[in-house]
């Protein structure tokens, strides 16, 4: 199997699925250069009527990308970072999540939008953010969160395919992570969480960029015989709720890693899950780990205090099993 | 428009200022002493300087990501600048924004930003306040080429020329959009056509020759304070550096301009072609030029070392100022 990076996968997942189907085509700003390398390159092979630089318009552009899915294609649409969505929330949220219910079924909206996000050292707020959780109470979307090259491109291909709005949520700090990823068709299903690492003691549900930050705390708990579970969701809508509440089951503890923020984000959104169905099999509370309620700060001391990570995670750990 | 000897040396120092503490700022980013997105505006000196030598310090400027230049040009200070983007506590804000979102209220200013065309709207309202407020003070939007697609740049324009309200905007062409060459993406050559639609008055000015830029600029605003309304205007310029100091390391090979493009518009550096322009007529002797430079690089270094000797933000800083307590 080759060792690709998360950028690579976004690269080849969507070289793919437009060689795979002449009506996917590619929006967004800057990918016909595509200067970090995911969309690089497919100019040359898919030609400027399908590689489609988008004036710096997003509303305009995500927009547009509504009304080619209507039209009958099946855009991928680029919005560089995840914090610009808020500049076209009405066409993400108000026509690409609404229209097919509102029409009672006559719209299909296969359309996929791409954004980095997360915090990746210095960019600051309006950078930085980790917005997904904005979307979770818009009924109609799809949520694909990848931690990692493999997933990324299974992901990628399914909501590609996928006949519903799927924001792909790509956080920053992952692009140059590299790992096997298996050649030609892969496919990894939305709404199939993954368990990343099998434990008996305390479950870690991590999204995005807390998996590999879980992971080593898991590892290195597993020293003092601590036995950590780490499952990754990998999609939020639609949401394996099975695996989790399976998982919570043998563990009888949880712990849920997110960057994003406290209130009204989606460890909080997992919490009330776990504590609404799985309550019985609980030996301690629902602990949250997540980024502070304060706008993501540009200086390093202060970026690291208020974004989620290892040592906090190793924190709601020690305080659910009690060592 | 006579200008005074006062204004020109004025201009000169502002230029020297942003030209100098943007390479700085570039080097330092470069050598990875400054964290973040650092987007430098060297060529494009002018006019950030012609426009705010026609303002008042109780006039307002918003500005965007490349916004060193604007922020000096209306009284920024070099120390607490390179402080922010050092990410110091003494910083103009604290450490919390960076090189892409300084402020200062004092100054009235009200603020790079890290969203494009985010500007505008908040330049249209801060110029309502105004109105409201009974001021005349006037305020202006800087902002690029790119922005002027954003749909704020539209409802922006529609809005203050409905509402007559005190605001130039400046449109600083530099002929790219990140990598993007402005004619792919833009329905328009020039960007000052757009204020017929909204029936205000464009003009197209050389935004490499900072008198042109003043004389536009004080016209436009003069109007704006006479309650005549607002002015597009374009300074048609381009950016000498990268988009994003350090781009080289991921685009590779890959380019989107020509060299040659590069150098041309080196030789219209708008410094160089000030200082042609005061010894030909003879308004200022080189003498006072170079003082000036000598002046500017001793302030830049105390800046750099007030910024390097400045106290990092404590980790438990990262949650005041999130809302106003009082
Ligand atoms: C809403 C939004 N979309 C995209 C970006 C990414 N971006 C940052 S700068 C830039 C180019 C802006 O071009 P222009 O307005 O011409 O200003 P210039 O950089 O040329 O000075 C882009 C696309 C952004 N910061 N905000
Ligand atoms: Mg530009």
Known sequence: MPQISFIQAINQAIAEEMERDPLTFLMGEDVVLGAFGATKGLIDKFGAKRVRNTPISEAGFVGAAVGAAMAGTRPICEVEFASFFYCAFDQIC???????????????????????????????????????????????????????????????????????????????????SREDVPAGEHLVPLGKAAVKRPGDNVTVVAIGAMVPKAMSVAEKLEKEKISVEVIDPRTLIPLDEDAILASVEKTNRIVIADEGHLRGGAAADLAAIVADKGFDFLDAPVRRVTSLDVPIPFSPPLEKAAIADEARIEAAIRAVVGR | MDISKDKLLEMYRTMQKIRLFESKARDLAMAAEIPGFVHVSIGEEASATGVCAALRKTDRITSNHRGHGHLIAKGGRLDRMMAEIFGKRTGYCKGKGGSMHIVDYSLGILGANGIVGAGLPIATGS????????????????????????????????????????????CENNGFGEFTPMATVTSVKDIAVRAKAYDIPGHIVDGNDVLEVFRFTSEAVARARAGEGPT???????????????????????????????????????????????????????????????????????????????????????????????
């Open chain 2, 232 to 326: 597009l205007l374009e300074c048609k310029t381009y950016r000498w550096e990268g988009h994003v100091v350090g781009e080289q390391a991921f685009l590779g090979d890959g380019s989107y301009r020509e060299k040659s493009e590069v150098e041309e518009w080196k030789r219209k550096c708008p410094l160089i072609r000030f200082e042609k322009w005061c010894a030909e007529s003879g308004k200022i002797s080189s003498a006072e030029l170079k003082k000036i430079i000598a002046d500017t690089e001793k302030e830049l270094a105390d800046a750099v070392e007030f910024a390097r000797s400045s106290e990092l933000p404590a980790p438990s800083e990262v949650t005041d100022d999130v809302y106003n307590n009082t």
């Open chain 1, 94 to 176: 108000n026509q690409a999540a609404k229209l097919r219910y509102m029409s009672g079924g006559q719209a299909t909206m296969p359309i996929t939008f791409r954004a980095v996000f997360g915090a990746m050292g210095g960019a600051a707020a309006q950078h930085s953010e980790t917005v997904y959780a904005q979307f979770l109470s818009v009924p109609g979307l799809k949520l694909v969160i990848p931690s990692g090259p493999s997933d990324m491109k299974g992901l990628l291909k399914s909501a590609i395919r996928d006949n519903n709005p799927v924001i792909v949520f790509e956080h920053g700090a992952l692009g140059w």
């Open chain 2, 127 to 170: 110029a309502l306040g105004a109105v409201i407020a009974g001021k005349d003070d006037v305020t202006v939007a800087f902002f690029g080429d790119g922005a002027s697609n954003e749909g704020t740049f539209h409802e922006s324009l529609n809005l203050a020329a409905v509402w007559k309200l005190p605001v130039v905007f400046v």
